[in-house]
Each structure stands twice: as structure tokens, then as C-alpha cells.
């Protein structure tokens, strides 16, 4: 089922994001999570996907090898396995970064084959240690072309012009947005028109990055409204759980910490106090942005579910 079609239901959705298990673990983490998380009726779940990283290792003769890894594989095997095991709808994410046209109609395909309506549609990080994004041979530039190529699947247009009746598609397809702003944006109306031509292309919702003060986020969805994009937005959580965050989320995400938040976790003796701070501070959250009616809170699980347990207990059992 399409993730918007749940929308309509009225009542502010539980959907948690889940990222592949590193290479070499099993799933069995990854069902702990959902199983976890199962008693509070999430309405879908997203899966993340991880491109390729390059490392330099250095050989017996000095030399240095340069090597591509994939850290956490299996988006694709994850997704249709949580599907198929709870009956829940999944959303696989899919990148532009490390996929040429060609890879995408693929992996369109296979979602296609296994029963997957929705897919979230992103640019992805850069590679690491690189400042700019290089996309990948023949592969898209921005989220915006991605959604155009999936939008045409669902009408039957594959990169094959000479294809004969081909299958439509029929992916329900969401994108991210940043309430304060993407980092590489000069300015939040550049990145909010960046946002509607995705939504122009075909995209039926949104899902925003973190934020900790929920004013944002009002602010964000006015400044979206005034600019004629009218689809659902999700809301983004990520409860705080280290001191470190402090500094790391900011830098990383370019989100704003606010004072009472910040002062909060500067007093937390150790991080199990943060945990506790960040999980209180999600739940006010989650409250405030449930009674301006969201159509869904969107957790980041970071694959530990412990808070999102009892944050999805206050606001959802
Ligand atoms: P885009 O929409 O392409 O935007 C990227 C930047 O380009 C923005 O600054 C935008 O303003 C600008 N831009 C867009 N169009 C144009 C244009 N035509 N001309 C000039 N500039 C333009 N990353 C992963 O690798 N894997 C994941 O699974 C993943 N999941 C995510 C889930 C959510 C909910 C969110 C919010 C982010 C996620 N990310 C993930 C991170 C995301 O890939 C990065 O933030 C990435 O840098 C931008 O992706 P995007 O889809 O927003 O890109």
C-alpha cells in the first residue's frame, strides 16, 4: 500500500527508520527492532541505503591500495524480508550516488517484482572525504532527475525507448527536506524551490531531516505552503542520546540545538543521562507536532531502538 494512501487516514502515522545491519552481522538485529517497535502500529518502515565508501590501505610494501567498500549492504533484502515477515509496508531508500540510470531501472525492477509500492527518492551524501558531489557516470545529478526517471517507470517509460508494452510501475515516491536548510543551499528559498521542483517532478510527500525545535518546522511547512507545495511532510526525529551530539549534529546535519536542550544535556553526568534527556525531549516533541495534526513522526533509529521504544510508548500505546 502507498504510504500517502495511509496519510488520509487523519491521525498522525508511527513510522521508524532502520539502516542495514554493518557487512558480516545478521538480520536478526534488524528483527529485534521492528519486533521491538511492532506493539505501536508503525505504519511503515524506511530502510536506509549506504553507497559506496573508498579506504586507503596500507600494503606490506608501503605502498598505499585503494579500496571501495560497501559498509552495510542489503537495503533492497532487508526491506522485502521485514515486508514479507510483518505485513508491513517498507520504504527502501534510493540514491543517486554510485547509480548510473541503468542501476536505478534495475533496482526499480526488483522493488517492482517484490511487492514494493514506495521508495524514497535521494540524491544521497557525498563520497567520504569528498566536498562536492560527483554523480555517477551517466547517473543523476539531483533527487529532482531521480524522481522524473521513476515517475516515467510509472508510466510505462523505461530508458529502453524500443521496449514494447512495458509494465507501468507504480511507485508511491517520497523525498527529503531540511527545515534548516541543506547545507550546500545558499539559502532556505533556494532549497525550498529545489524542494518543489521534486514535488513538480512527481514526489507525494516529503520527510524532513532532524530538527529539535518544533518551531522550525512550523516555519518550514508555512515557508513551503506560500511557496505551492502542498503535499504531506513528515516529520523528522532524532532523539539525542550522546553529549557528543552536541557538537556532531550541528556540524553533520546542520541542524540548531535549543537553549533548554542544550543546557539539559551540558548537566547529564554521563550519556545514559542524555539518553534520558533525549528521549523526555522527544516526547514533548512528538506531543506538539501530533496536536498540529502531522501526518506522521518519522524516527531516526540510528539501529537502536531503546528510546524509540519508550518515546513510541508515551505517544503511540
Ligand atoms: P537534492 O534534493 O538533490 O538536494 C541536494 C542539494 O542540491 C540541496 O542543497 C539542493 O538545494 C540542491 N539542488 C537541488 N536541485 C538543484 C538544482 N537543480 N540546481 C542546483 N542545486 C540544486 N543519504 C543516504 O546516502 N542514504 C540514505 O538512506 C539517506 N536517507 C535520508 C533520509 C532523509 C529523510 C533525509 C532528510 C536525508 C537522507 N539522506 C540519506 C541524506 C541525503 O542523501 C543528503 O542530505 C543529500 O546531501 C541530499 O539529498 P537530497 O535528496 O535532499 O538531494
Not at 590501505?57 to 515486508?83: M, N, Y
Request: proline content about 5%; hydrophobic content about 45%; glycine content about 8%.
Amino acid at each position: 500500500m502507498k504510504v500517502t494512501e495511509k496519510f488520509s487516514e487523519g491521525k498522525t502515522l508511527f513510522a521508524f527508520e532502520l539502516l542495514p545491519p554493518l557487512k558480516g552481522d545478521d538480520i536478526d538485529t534488524v528483527f529485534d527492532t521492528v519486533g521491538r517497535l511492532l506493539p505501536y502500529g508503525p505504519a511503515y518502515i524506511n530502510i536506509t541505503y549506504h553507497r559506496e565508501e573508498v579506504k586507503l590501505l596500507e600494503r606490506e610494501d608501503g605502498l598505499l591500495e585503494r579500496r571501495v567498500v560497501r559498509k552495510r549492504p542489503g537495503t533492497v533484502g532487508i526491506a522485502a524480508a521485514i515486508q514479507a515477515r510483518y505485513g508491513i509496508d517498507v520504504v527502501p531508500h534510493l540514491i543517486c550516488g554510485g547509480f548510473s540510470k541503468f542501476d536505478v531501472e534495475d533496482a526499480l525492477i526488483d522493488l517492482q517484482f517484490l511487492g514494493i509500492d514506495n521508495v524514497l527518492a535521494l540524491r544521497g551524501d557525498n563520497v567520504r572525504g569528498e566536498r562536492l558531489f560527483r554523480p555517477a557516470e551517466n547517473g543523476h545529478p539531483h533527487a529532482a532527475d531521480l524522481v522524473r526517471q521513476i515517475v516515467a517507470m510509472n508510466r510505462g517509460e523505461y530508458l529502453d525507448s524500443e521496449l514494447e508494452h512495458a509494465a507501468s510501475t507504480s511507485f508511491c515516491v517520497g523525498v527529503a527536506g531540511y527545515p534548516e536548510k541543506h547545507a550546500e543551499a545558499p539559502n532556505l528559498a533556494t532549497d525550498i524551490a529545489h524542494l518543489k521542483a521534486k514535488v513538480d517532478a512527481g514526489a507525494e510527500y516529503v520527510v524532513t531531516q532532524m530538527f529539535f525545535d518544533n518551531a522550525r518546522f512550523f516555519d518550514y511547512v508555512e515557508a513551503c505552503r506560500a511557496a505551492g507545495i502542498t503535499v504531506p511532510i513528515v516529520a523528522g526525529i532524532k532523539p539525542f542520546t550522546t553529549k557528543t551530539q552536541l557538537s556532531l549534529l550541528p556540524q553533520t546535519f546542520g541542524v540548531n540545538l535549543p537553549d533548554d536542550l542544550v543546557r539539559a544535556v551540558e548537566a547529564c553526568r554521563d550519556n545514559a543521562a542524555v539518553r534520558e534527556v533525549g528521549i523526555e525531549w522527544a516526547v514533548q516533541q512528538g506531543r506538539e507536532l501530533m496536536a498540529a495534526g502531522v501526518p506522521a513522526l518519522h524516527f531516526y533509529t540510528m539501529g537502536k531502538a531503546d528510546n524509540v521504544e519508550r518515546i513510541a510508548k508515551a505517544l503511540f500505546g
